[in-house]
């Protein structure tokens, strides 16, 4: 039955109801194609939203660069600052809606869709308090000047110009806004392609940025296909720099679509994170938080540690309590209250994920819970851990973004050896180290190859904390300064007085 027989607030009602347009130059436009979005929990359509190609991508940088060099390239601080206020003050007011296209569109529980809502606000709220901070230097003038005591240099932080964002589905909302608010800070503007598979959200926010009063151009919104709208604006000569956040693969194909003007590039990719649980972890601590580095959001999540390193003097004990709450956790709807894991986003996705599970105990790994779909519509996977894991298999070398843990049974305490399997993986995003022993915690996080590593749990990203991959993860940093700092250009001045 439609959402499982669970109700939706009259406004999220009315808006899967409207017409889902293109948002280009303060417009909605016809796009020139159209797709259906599923409720992947049920596997029902919930409404059809407009698509749009290289023509449309061309009218959304040309809508994007005239408010870049006019409006929004001249607004003042206080202003751009007021504005990115006030859509935050919006999307407040329409918190409800935004959790709830979350949680339809892409499945995730309540529990994760409230946060990101609150989370993203939070997020618009910190780069509109930022743009005041955004400070040049003064630097001594060089030699050759005639006399340096009568020169000046110092530097300008500019925005650097029109930037392409795409956005994958698995956090749709919280992964559009955390590219859109440092690049609006900044002086950007945008066009934003949503995931194909997730669109509803952004579609929302596009409606709340009209209503806050953006001029027109400044966020332009093009849904459509990755190969399609994706590919049109990673290689568009007018975009000035692309930030992506999806898969290693489509990474590398941005970078060579890229290379036609030399945009600058922000990737942030895939992910095999590392958890590594000493012999005197807190167990009690342990359990419950090893388990949801695995199957937070179903497991579709970037940061997931999913390669689990376990003492042996602790593995049994471990793996026990582990299974017991992976066979606690309730899968259902997203707008169920009780549900701590969703759907897989979709058939394909979830055929590859029970792929990898047939693998695994096909290469010799002891399954010791889920390993199944639960027998309903949707594709609900139930938590799955194994043990007995070996380097080689690929349940422990490939990102299978899903709900499988592979635990590895670890004889050494020798800090470089724990490193050195830590590290084997091209990838290098997220990691949690496990241990009462904070000097055997920091110093094992030095040997970490990642950009974000935690100390007894795992995943603690925020909105001012830098997080980034090392690796085949990708390149830069989102949230904190860095964050900004991807969306602003350095240009030194100096003037002979
Ligand atoms: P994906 O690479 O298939 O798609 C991501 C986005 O890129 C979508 O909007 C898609 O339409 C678009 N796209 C696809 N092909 C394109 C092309 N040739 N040119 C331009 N755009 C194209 O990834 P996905 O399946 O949507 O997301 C899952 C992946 O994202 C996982 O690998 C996950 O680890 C990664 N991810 C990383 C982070 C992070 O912060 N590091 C966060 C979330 C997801």
Same mark, same amino acid.
């Given at each position: 039955t439609r959402f499982d027989g669970h109700a939706i607030a009259p406004q999220t009602e009315a808006f899967l109801g409207q017409t889902h347009k293109l948002l280009i130059g303060g417009e909605w436009v016809e796009g020139s194609g159209e797709m259906e979005t599923l409720d992947p929990a049920t596997g029902l359509a919930l409404t059809t939203f407009q698509t749009g190609g290289k023509a449309e991508v061309d009218k959304a940088v040309a809508a994007a660069r005239k408010a870049f060099d006019g409006t929004w390239g001249r607004m003042t601080v206080a202003a751009r600052t007021a504005i990115l206020h006030k859509l935050a003050r919006i999307m407040e007011e329409n918190a409800t809606l935004l959790t709830e296209l979350d949680i339809l569109d892409n499945g995730m529980p309540r529990f994760i869709a409230g946060l990101t809502t609150s989370n993203v606000v939070e997020m618009i709220d910190y780069y509109a308090g930022a743009i005041m901070r955004i400070e040049g230097t003064t630097i001594a003038p060089p030699r050759?000047?005639?006399d340096e005591t009568e020169a000046l240099t110092y530097t300008l932080r500019e925005p650097v110009g029109v930037a392409g964002q795409i956005v994958p589905w698995n956090v749709p909302l919280s992964t559009a806004i955390l590219k859109m608010a440092p690049a609006l800070a900044a002086g950007c503007t945008v066009v934003v392609k949503p995931s194909e598979m997730t669109p509803l959200s952004v579609l929302a926010l596009g409606q709340m940025i009209c209503d806050a009063g953006f +001029? $027109?151009?400044?966020v332009n919104i093009v849904n459509g296909l990755g190969a399609d709208a994706g590919a049109a604006l990673s290689e568009? +000569? *007018? @975009? &000035?720099k692309i930030s992506f956040t999806g898969s290693t693969v489509t990474g590398k194909r941005i970078i060579a679509a890229s290379m036609g003007n030399l945009k600058r590039v922000s990737l942030e990719l895939g992910g095999k994170s590392p958890v590594m649980v000493m012999p005197d972890a807190d167990l009690e601590l342990a359990i419950p938080g090893v388990s949801m580095a695995t199957f937070f959001l179903q497991g579709q999540n970037? /940061?997931? *540690?999913?390669?689990i390193f376990v003492h042996e003097s602790i593995h049994d004990q471990l793996v026990e309590g582990l299974a017991g709450f992976a066979n606690s956790m309730t899968l259902g709807?997203?707008? &169920? /209250?009780?549900?701590m894991q969703g759907p897989m986003i979709s058939d394909a996705h979830s055929a590859k994920v029970m792929s990898y599970i047939e693998g695994a105990k096909a290469a010799g790994a002891t399954l010791v819970a889920g390993g199944e779909k639960l &027998?309903? +519509? *949707?594709n609900f996977i139930r938590p799955t851990i194994f043990t007995d894991?070996?380097? &080689? /298999?690929a349940v422990t070398r $490939? $990102?299978?973004?899903?709900p499988v843990m592979a635990i590895q049974k670890v004889a050494t305490t020798d800090l470089d050896e724990l490193a050195a399997l830590a590290n084997d993986t091209p990838y290098g995003l997220s990691g949690s180290v496990w241990t009462k022993d904070l000097s055997t915690a920091h110093r094992l996080v030095k040997r970490i190859r990642s950009g974000h590593v935690s100390i007894?749990?795992?995943?603690? @990203?925020?909105?001012?904390i830098p997080f980034g991959g090392y690796g085949e993860s990708g390149w830069g940093r989102e949230f904190g300064n860095e964050g900004l700092d991807a969306y602003l250009e350095t240009k030194a001045v100096t003037a002979r007085l």
């Open positions: 050759h000047i005639a +001029p $027109e151009g400044v568009h +000569p *007018g @975009v &000035d970037c /940061m997931a *540690g999913t390669r709807h997203g707008l &169920d /209250m009780g549900s &027998d309903r +519509p *949707g894991c070996t380097p &080689d /298999m $490939e $990102e299978i973004f899903g007894n749990c795992h995943g603690a @990203v925020g909105t001012n």
